[in-house]
């Protein structure tokens, strides 16, 4: 097992950074450098992370460092972690600073690093190449996930110059030590949780879109609620991640993958304008979602109307499909609970399973273009984003012939071919999650 010590985590003072750096900490035991622009914002990083974890222990491993103190906390450093901006060019003068940290300390201890990128997205080839030939092998992805105490999916990424060794024992290490759900996925845009994800969460702001005169973002919230395996519904889904973040995301899966689903991910015009407007969600007050307070100190929810331009309140939508699925799942009936999504044919239905459908299609697609096994897929829902996973789903719908049968009925050809779903579908296998866990009685 590696005896990693010192971490250094550059960035620090970003939410994802200095919870990470709480995980090191609290898992590995390991004395952490929180590395930010300015000393006081490392410093307000260290009282943020001690919050999230609330241990002494903790707090007494962090040391807060500014920029200037890079080369140092390299060279005293096992691993170094960059947690900055999902930008390439702040990226890039991150680990070129790096990379020249490393040539300034003696080389036989700077062939001793592991070097790691917490992006989302962005190539650790191209990061890799930043580095000299020698430190190349020691460069590995490292994606958590947030918030990191509830979202166990770590995926770790090798590039072709990436000591297999090395990356075995990282592996081991983020498994055994900082105890994550650890998945190897290829270097691949987004990488696989979050493809398969904001596939889906992109397409359901699509479909609000197609359907504004319905109700737009909340009616289809209202159909694909936690009733159908997750947490949130996809759009408050995406309004708690940023409508900002989203976009970089769905934007490089759209211009840097070739998928016969490539057009799901097109940001749609609306969101567009949220975004150009600053209203990115949860963390600016107002996005797809708002929250507002009336007078009588009263909290009244509203949502974009897409159609008209300004917010409303959201609607208390109850579709008999939905209310009689809940009325079973609180019995514990999940059999008859699904009986009626198969069987019931009204538009809001009949949506509804053809989404589960295609998430299904799509996250098989994904394990087998960017994961190396058909569990990957799995792993990084249930753990990533807290969905039932599309194994666990094809049990839940009533197995894998069931599915097949639905998907000739329901899935449009010109989207994939019945001959593609067939061969994705055969390579199915039983999942290692139950699907009651994600399932909630719950709209």
Known sequence: MLDIRTVTIIGANGTMGRNIAAIFASFGNTTIYLVSRTLEKSIQAKGRAYQSVRAESVKDRMEPRDYSQLEECVEKSDLIFEACAEDWEIKQNIHQMISVALKNIPKKAALNKIVCSGTSGLSITNIAQLYSEEIRPHVIGMHFFNPPYQMTLCELTATNETDRDLFSEVFDYTKNVLHRTTVEVKDSPAFLGNRIGFQFINEAMQLAEKYKYNGGIDYIDAILGPFTGRAMAPLVTANFVGLDVHKAIVDNLYENTEDFSNQSFVFPEYAEKLVRKGHLGRKAGAGLYKTVL????????????????????????????V???????????????????ENNFSAEAELCLQELLRYILYSLYAAETVGYHIHAA??????????????????????KETVKALCRERIDTFWLSQDRQEQLLNKAEPSRYDFRRF?????
């Open 294 to 321: 009336h007078d009588s100190g009263v909290k009244i929810h509203q949502v974009y109307d897409i159609e008209n331009g300004y917010y409303r309140e959201t609607m208390d939508y109850k579709f008999p499909f």
């Open 439 to 443: 399932i909630r009685a719950k709209r």
């Open 323 to 341: 209310e009689q699925m809940i009325s079973f799942l609180q019995d514990g009936d999940y059999k008859d609970a699904v009986h009626v999504l």
């Open 378 to 399: 799995d792993d990084v829902m249930a753990a990533g984003f807290n969905w039932c996973p599309p194994l666990a789903l094809i049990e839940a719908l009533g197995g």
